[in-house]
């Protein structure tokens, strides 16, 4: 689905952000990229996404050969939920599809039995400043998902929410995984929650990349972050974070 | 419903017409004591009186010129000028070569140039809406400009990656974010298109709220220019608060940017 | 469709064709403008085979400026300018003398001490900053024996009443005898005037009509028929003063009313002035026109290359 | 160090003087040819003359004189502007009563009310100045006061915990968010200073460029008229370049608001 | 000190926050506060600072009798840094001290030696957009301490923080308890947080406020939240949390 070769980029004069990295996402997967704030998590999905030109190295979108025009090929959340404030939920959830100029009146109907399955049929004609921080980030969720793109790369998609919200869409994604059939990348600062939703993990630091499997069978409930075999998990991971320099 | 209405204009306004009528009053005072010439600023029943006796003049033939050449020229200048901030958004050169341009056209005094559009207008409407576009249009296009600038620089990534092209973006983020600077804008320039259209009548005409007055302060009348400038700013405040009003029903409930 | 036009045309135009003129008034109309609306009016122009536009200028400037650059056919405007343009290479003549004698007359209220132009010393005098108000006063002074050093010139701008009525000067040069004058009395600030052609100043055609050198040169006869369309013009006016007058003022009541009374003593001032006596209405004397021309070079008003003959031309 | 420097000059007005350059060829094409005629539009050639030879007068007598206007007009109209911008932010009643005012005051003709000036100011410089102030202190308190407006309310909230009074959070908070409106409104107000100079003083002075223009065109030299109109041009757009350049300075490396 | 009894507050018309809710800070103590978003945690703390006034009940400061003027009695770490982004890190961290009309000059070198200890002495200079966000946020900290007030009320501190810095915070925190002598009322999102740092937890519901104590003795260290009596009191918790209606 995604495959990155050795990529490398730098921000203006110096600043070297990644140097030959490379990671593959398989369609289905779910994988998760932890890193300390600053890592460049949020620049590799602007590469991704086509938002940046990598300097060199080539990013692999669906098998295509090259690693020019890749704009519009990707769902992608950004890590703020920019919602457009002028618009109501459903005219944000409707924009991508405004974009790809698809029929609108066709896809309403299917909007709207999304917005339902996202808890958010009573607010499609709400306001984003009416809305409660968990609300937001679900309407961008499904903003993303609306483009259509089979693999969609989601920045903190959680970050700016309370454990208990959290907790409720962690359950709530977790079921939905198997109906998606979506490939996930995804962003997080929270060991836990990369643990309990990923096939795999790429930890990302200073001096390279370093990927980390996770061996838990699905379908999975939220409850598993309990049980020893995870809390050593992620003890496990979380040194893996800290002390490997190598 | 109705009365809250009514309390909340009174809360409004009330101060102020509670002013304008204080100084109206010491102003009538002033004048009926001849503290100030009344050929130099005359009384405010004065002034009444002969926006009365000329009020078929002024309302029917004065008035509704003037409103003409406020008009097209306030249109002229909303089309001009937001293509040209828009223009400015989108290249870079033009911007460059534009701006200064932009600043000097407000420096030029007008009426030192005013042969010039009486020789490439004549004595036609034109003139005066020449003069009207030159005075209202700067407000627009720095509006305009400003407002296409304002950040926004997130949500167009976003729907670049959404595949959205220039034009999409424009559309869809970009006018959006502008609308309250531009409204901003609109509300400046519909006050200045008044005064411009007032410059250009006395740079020549034969008709207008300008003409009236220059011709009349020409023979002293001090209550009849007095009368046409009253008009005159009667149309500036009504033209901004008709923008306001706009302005609050496309900005409503909507931008909590 | 085109012939629709045509037939229009011909039938507004009544019998003959009428050839259109365009006409700038040197201010706004007034009393002096009578002959104008008059042969408009009772048809003298038509008669001539003429249709006249006319049109009212917003600077005093204007008119000429516009006559030498085609885009207007004749102007009112004053005798010096008319030396003064030519000066700078802007190419109009004058083809007729209207006023015969200057109205714009050094004012003083009539109650100052100010009793001949050498007494102008150290006070200060209110101006529209035209350079050739300059000169009468300096030129009055001096043939007075005062000395023209002495005297503040401040430009008013466009009020001169104002400036005279609130006391911010002490004398007033560029109005005129037959409409500021007549305001400030009305005003209660009654005025006494001095006429420079008094202190050596030559009496001046005040208000002359032009016309560009080309236009002059293109068709002569559309003005000479102008020239017998307004002598008519006069004729009636100095013979029915009243009624003249009522037709500026009906006219002018469509747009900005004038005040009757003004008007009235305003017409009763000019008509004296512009009687041209046993020459026809309108005729110029070289001599007056020789001896401006000496005047204004003398005050270094305009360059010495001015020659007063190529000025005017009489029809 | 220099040479970028070069470069980022050629290419931040390069374009720009190439067209100005462009534009006065054409317009010296055009007035050479007779297409206009030179005593409607003289040839920048002729004007430039015009300037040397009365370079004297112009720029030791009217360039100071209007100078002197303009500055102490903009010094009491940032003065002036900017008290009533903050007392408009503090008062709500004076808010009230002062913006109608404010619009008003825009749309009167200052032609119409000189005489008004005149009988209280004379022929002084104070008549010219308070043209100057009437045009160019409008920006400034709307820009002061849509300044101190902008936000800042969690700013407010923070410094109030900290047991600051409202004139600690005034000058701490609301003055450094209130800068960037600020100066724009300057931007604005200093060229609308030599705007109002200039009609000040076609409403009666005895120096000034703008009295000089006025003389010229009285005796029909064109291109003395234009230049006077150059440098009251120039004059406007050295005093804008010098307004952003200090609020570049001011605003350098610090708003990243 | 700090006592709150029976408090009301509404905004508006009828939108009711809190009804009689009471509870107390003593001195030294470190009381968390947690709820889901929107349960009204930030509104407490404002009408603690004196920001809002309650609609009844009383608001003891240091045993103050009188619920009256509350402004400028404690430090108040608000939800977002606010750094004033005109100003350096040394410049917003004196200003709390420019505030309260202290002299400046005498508490300098004070204030060099604690940005020295926050480990902010290389960037007194910087401004607040160069920093990253945990750096961000331990200069909004300082600025807090700075007040010199013996009460601290903490929003959400460590809420934008990646998990290793906010790790690392928390050990800093630990270290650094012994040494403030400073009372601190704190509000999380972050169970784990919330049992680390605290010797109290408050759960703020729509139905009122409940106490927890946390039985975890002092010194502590961020190494703890591994150990089985932790998890196990996590859990509660969040049951606590989810379940409790009554
Ligand atoms: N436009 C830019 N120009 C220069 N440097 C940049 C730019 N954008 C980001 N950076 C720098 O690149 C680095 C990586 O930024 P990035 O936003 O990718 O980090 P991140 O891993 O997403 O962090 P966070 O967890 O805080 O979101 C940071 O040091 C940042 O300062
Ligand atoms: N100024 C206000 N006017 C009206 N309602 C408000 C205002 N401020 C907050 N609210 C409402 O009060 C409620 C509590 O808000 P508050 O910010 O205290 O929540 P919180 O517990 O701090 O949430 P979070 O965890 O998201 O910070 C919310 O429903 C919010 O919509
Ligand atoms: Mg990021
Ligand atoms: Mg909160």
Redesign the interface.
């Known amino acids: 689905m995604l495959q990155i070769n050795e990529l490398s980029y730098t921000f203006g004069v110096g600043k070297s952000i990644f140097e030959k990295i490379s990671l593959d996402v398989k369609t289905g997967e779910f994988v998760s990229i932890i890193g300390s704030s600053g890592s460049g998590k949020s620049t590799l999905f602007k590469l991704v996404t086509g938002l940046l030109e990598p300097d060199q190295g080539e990013i692999l979108i669906n098998g295509g050969k090259v690693t020019g025009k890749r704009l519009g090929s990707v769902g992608y959340m950004p890590q703020k939920d920019l919602l457009l404030p002028w618009r109501t939920v459903l005219d944000n959830v409707l924009l991508p599809i405004e974009v790809s100029k698809e029929n609108k009146k066709a896809k309403l109907s299917e909007v709207r039995e999304w917005l339902d399955r996202f808890g958010l049929a009573a607010y499609e004609h709400s306001f984003p400043n009416e809305l409660s921080g968990g609300m937001r980030q679900r309407v961008a969720f499904l903003r993303t998902l609306m483009t259509g793109k089979d693999l969609l790369l989601l920045d903190e998609p959680f970050g700016a929410l309370d454990s208990m919200t959290k907790r409720n869409m962690h359950s709530w994604l977790l079921g939905l995984w198997g109906e998606l059939q979506k490939t996930v990348l995804f962003i997080t600062h929270d060991l836990e929650e990369a643990i309990l939703l990923s096939d795999r993990i790429y930890v990302l630091k200073a001096d390279g990349i370093k990927e980390w499997k996770v061996n838990l069978p699905r379908p999975r409930s939220s409850e598993l972050i309990y049980q020893e075999d995870f809390i050593r998990m992620r003890k496990e991971l979380e040194w893996l974070i800290q002390h490997e320099n190598n | 419903m109705k009365t809250t209405r009514i309390k909340k204009w009174t809360s ?2 009330g ?2 017409l509670i ?1 304008v009528i204080l100084l109206v009053s010491i102003w009538q005072w002033v004048v009926n004591h001849g503290i ?2 009344a ?3 005359p009384s405010p029943s004065a002034i009444w009186n002969s926006l009365m006796d ?1 009020s078929e ?1 002024l309302f029917e ?2 008035l509704p010129a003037t409103l003409k050449e406020v008009v097209i020229g306030f249109v002229i200048s909303v089309t001009a000028g937001t293509l040209l901030g828009v223009g400015m958004h989108f290249s870079r ?1 033009l911007e ?2 534009l701006y ?1 341009f932009l ?2 056209s ?4 007008l ?6 559009f ?2 490439w207008f ?2 036609s409407i034109w003139s005066k809406i020449a003069v009207t576009i030159l005075t209202a249009f700067f407000p627009i296009v720095v509006s305009t400009y400003d407002g296409l600038k304002s950040g926004g620089n ?2 167009r ?8 092209n220039r034009w ?1 973006i424009f559309k ?2 970009q006018i ?1 974010l502008a609308l309250p600077s531009f409204l901003s804008g609109l509300k400046m320039s519909v ?2 298109c ?2 411009g259209a ?2 250009g009548e ?6 207008g709220l ?13 209550d009849a ?2 009368a046409a ?1 009253f008009l ?2 009667l ?3 009504v033209l ?1 608060l008709l923008i306001s009003f706009l302005e609050k029903q496309l900005l409503k ?5 | 469709k085109n012939n629709e036009k045509t037939t229009e045309k011909n039938t507004t135009g009544g019998d003959k064709k009428l050839e259109k003129v365009s006409l700038m008034l040197d201010w706004y109309p007034n009393a002096v403008h009578s002959f104008l609306y008059v042969a408009q009016e009772k048809g003298y122009f038509k008669e001539q085979g003429l249709d006249v536009d006319i049109q009212m200028p917003a600077d005093t400037n204007d008119p000429l400026k516009l006559v030498a650059a085609n885009q207007i056919d004749m102007a009112l405007s004053y005798q010096p300018q008319v030396l003064v343009a030519r000066g700078e290479n802007i190419p109009v003549q004058s083809f007729g003398a209207i006023v015969r004698h200057p109205l714009n007359q050094l004012m003083v209220p009539e109650d100052s001490s100010i009793k001949s132009p050498k007494d102008l010393a150290g006070k200060t005098i209110g101006y529209p900053s035209i350079p050739l108000d300059e000169a009468i006063v300096q030129s009055m002074v001096k043939s007075d024996g005062g000395d023209p050093s002495k005297i503040k010139m401040v430009d008013v701008g466009w009020d001169l009443i104002p400036a005279m009525a609130t006391k911010k000067t002490n004398a007033l040069i560029g109005g005129y005898i037959n409409h500021e004058k007549l305001l400030l009395d009305k005003e209660g600030h009654p005025m006494r005037t001095l006429n420079p052609a008094d202190y050596g100043v030559p009496d001046y055609y005040e208000l002359v009509l032009v016309g560009s050198e080309k236009g002059l040169k293109a068709k002569p006869a559309v003005f000479k028929k102008f020239m017998t369309a307004i002598g008519k013009g006069q004729k009636y006016v100095q013979d029915h003063p009243e009624e003249g007058l009522s037709v500026l003022l009906k006219h002018e009541d469509k747009s900005s009313p004038l005040e009757k009374d003004i008007e009235t003593k305003s017409l009763q001032i000019l008509l004296p002035l512009m009687d041209a006596k046993d020459k026809a209405f309108g005729y110029q004397d070289p001599q007056t026109w020789n001896q401006v021309a000496a005047w204004l070079k003398e005050n270094k008003v305009i360059k010495e290359n001015v020659k007063a003959e190529d000025a005017f031309i009489n029809f």
């Open positions: 409004d306004y101060l102020f002013v100030i010439p050929f130099i600023l000329n003049l033939e004065h050169s460059k070569v200064p600043v000097i407000q420096t030029i005094p009426i030192a140039i005013s042969p010039i009486i020789m004549g004595y997130e949500y990534e976003l729907l670049l990656t959404m595949g959205a999409t869809k983020i959006p006050v200045y008044v005064v007032t410059i006395w740079l020549g005409a034969s008709e300008g003409y009236f007055s220059r011709r009349m302060s020409g023979s002293l009348q001090a220019v007095f400038i005159l700013s149309l500036g405040i901004f409930n909507k931008y909590h940017i």
